[in-house]
Every structure is written in C-alpha cells, then in structure tokens.
C-alpha cells in the first residue's frame, strides 16, 4: 500500500464518522461547506473580507459566492461593502450566526469525546500525537510559496515575527531597526520567497547578491509552530533554486550560533562553513554551497 492509499483510506473512514457524508452537518441543517465557512467567519470578530476568507479556504469565487450566499439567506451571516474600501467586501456573523457556531461547537466536542470514548488513555494520547502530526505534515505539503515583493503586506509581517524571533532568542537581543528590502528583488538579481498557509505568512528568505556569483540569503525564517515540517529546507531549495535562475553560481549565508536547528539544517542541506565574509556583528556561524544547473522551480508565481 503507498503513502497516497493510506492517506485515502483514512480520509474515507474519517469523513463517514464525522458526518461529512450527511446533508446536514452535525444536524444543524447546514452542509459541511456552509458550515465551515460559518466558523471561518465567526473566528473574527470584527469581519473579514471575501478576498481573505478565499484565501484561507483555496474557495474559487463563485463557489465562496454561492456559499455566502446561503448563510445569507439563512440570516447567519452578513456581506457589506468594507467602509475603508469599497471594492471590497467584508462579511461578518449575525447574533443567529453566532449562535449556530456555538451549537455546531457543541456537537463536534460531544461527537470527538464519542469517537475515543472506547480508546484507553494510551491509545488516545497515541492518536492525538499521531493526529497532530498528521495535521502538520498535511498543511505543510499544501503551503504555497511564491517570489513577492519585499515591500508587501505579507512580507513585512513576515519579516516582524522573524526579527521578533531574533529579539528573543538572542542573550543580547536583537534590534536591527529598519531593515532594508534592497537586493531582494528580481531585477536586482534577488528574491523574496514567502511561504503561506491559510493566506497567513509561516516562512520567509531573501536572496541577494553578493558579486563574484555568489547570492546571499537573508531573513530565513520559519514560524516555530511549523518547525519540523521540512518547510525551511523547502524555502531553502527554492532560493537556491531562484540564484540559479538569476545567473548565481553559488549561495553564502550566516547565523547566528545559538540558532542550532538552522545549523543543522544547513549543514544536511549540503552547505560547507567557511570564513567570515561579511562584517554582521550578529553572524557566527558562515556556509557557503555552490549551486547546480536550475532546477525549474524558478520563476514561478
């Protein structure tokens, strides 16, 4: 049996004991599409818009248009134009919505403590284990990465938690102020990559160039909460892959040594250490790889 037969044969025996199978999920007279973007919804407490819930739900348009469409209908959700721009579209839970989540929260919680009611303390604390590394390695194998402009939303969110991160963990703290976004741009011969679960940012890197045909990378970051996953190594290859492209013959990068669990990874994906090439005061630790032909990653949006 392979890895896509067992991932199938748990997705069947999983959604006929939850009720994906049923018209009305849970018996709340809401399908399971419906109802999850109800909760999706309610999460926030203040709206969200369209554009955002497409994002974290990979909904096409005029599925999540049909979909708003019937918690409209059923007075659980309201869509109104955002106040601070118009061409956007917010919407929100109405106090009925907000009382169906609570109820459809209700019976999840009573039909999850069914399903392990006849497991042993040992068997359940196996399948929660097993579950959330499960739900890790799922979400990870379906992150998006993509080159953005540094400059963006999203980067820049990402670029905070990693400098926050930093900040931190450093005995001395970290507080680079400002950090300057050029070189990581395309026709500078650099690249932002940006990794995104849901439409929110969970790992980030920069490339740069150096001269001579070498790239740097800079600002390698992954949420701490995705650790494990092999996301960092996945950033890692597609920078390289991006140097490539741009005409690099080989990557360069520094750390900082009390970030072990990067070191390691930079050393299991190939990279040699080397002398000290830059004048970081934060930087201990240098590698350098040199680069092979690109491998086609490159380029893609």
Known sequence: MTDADVLRRFNRTWSQRVGVLDESHLGTGLPLGAARLLWEVAAASEGTTVRELRARLGLDSGHLARL???????????????????RRRVAAVTQAGRERCAELER????LAEQLVEPLTAR???RLAEAL??????VRAATVELRAVDPDGAAAQEAVARYVAE???????GFAPGPLDTSGLRQAERGAFVLAASDGEPVACGGLRDLGGGWAEVKRMWVDPTWRGAGLGARVLRRLEDEAAALGHTGV?????????????????????????????????????????APSGAAGRS
């Open 68 to 86: 708003l469409r019937r918690l409209e209908d059923d007075d659980l959700v309201r869509v109104d134009p955002d106040p601070r721009d118009r």
């Open 166 to 172: 930093l900040d931190d963990r450093f005995a001395a």
């Open 107 to 110: 019976r999840s919680q009573r």
């Open 132 to 137: 959330a590394t499960a739900d890790l390695l």
């Open 252 to 292: 360069r990068l520094d750390t900082h040594g009390s970030l072990t669990e990067a070191i390691a990874m930079y050393e299991r994906a190939g990279y040699d250490r080397t002398e000290r090439y830059n004048d970081n005061p934060d930087a201990e630790v240098f590698f350098e790889k040199r680069l092979a």
């Open 123 to 125: 068997q359940r604390h």
